[in-house]
């Protein structure tokens, strides 16, 4: 299960699924950015085995995809199946009416296990407050990939 999803496209379904795991919850871009690194390596967070492969300094992956995932998120309100809201607090994302039936659409291996990571990130970090998740993430996102990183530096003696 080594498939790497990283265009808005594909980010925007990953995100549909994750809202649909998290219905009827709203949540906003951060927090998505999280839980799509949480879903993707959840072994990281001591969930089920990871749907990608750990790759070297995937730690800084879940800040590199604001972008993407953003432009996802919108690619996928203009078909409805993510919902946007704004409101003084800012801008929240949620499940939207069609999400379900794109969802439903889409087979495979890979679908179900991406789904069922998606439920694992609802039920562990959904309910969670936004300083849990920053030491969650900052604890240890530090240390994923770590392990294939040598502290000295390169030319250092012992």
């Excluded at 995100?15 to 951060?30: E, I, T």
């Excluded at 030491?135 to 240390?143: Q, S």
Aim: aromatic content about 12%; proline content about 6%; overall charge negative.
């Amino acid at each position: 299960m080594s498939e790497v999803f990283n265009t808005p496209f594909e980010l925007g379904v990953r995100m549909v699924y994750l809202l649909m795991a998290l219905y009827p919850r709203k949540v906003d871009l951060q927090r998505l950015v999280y839980f799509d690194y949480a879903a993707i390596y959840s072994a990281d967070l001591n969930g089920p085995e990871s749907l990608h492969t750990p790759v070297p300094l995937r730690g800084g992956e879940y800040t590199s995809r604001r972008e993407v995932i953003e432009e996802g998120l919108y690619l996928m309100a203009q078909r409805s199946f993510v919902d946007v809201e704004a409101a003084r607090s800012g801008i929240s994302f949620q499940l939207g009416e069609n999400g379900p039936a794109l969802v439903g659409l889409i087979g495979g291996e890979y679908s179900r296990e991406l789904y069922r990571r998606c439920q694992w990130v609802a039920s562990t970090l959904g309910d969670k407050d936004e300083k849990d998740i920053e030491r969650i993430f900052g604890a240890r996102g530090a240390l994923w990939g770590a392990e294939f990183v040598s502290p000295e530096p390169p030319g250092a003696t012992t």
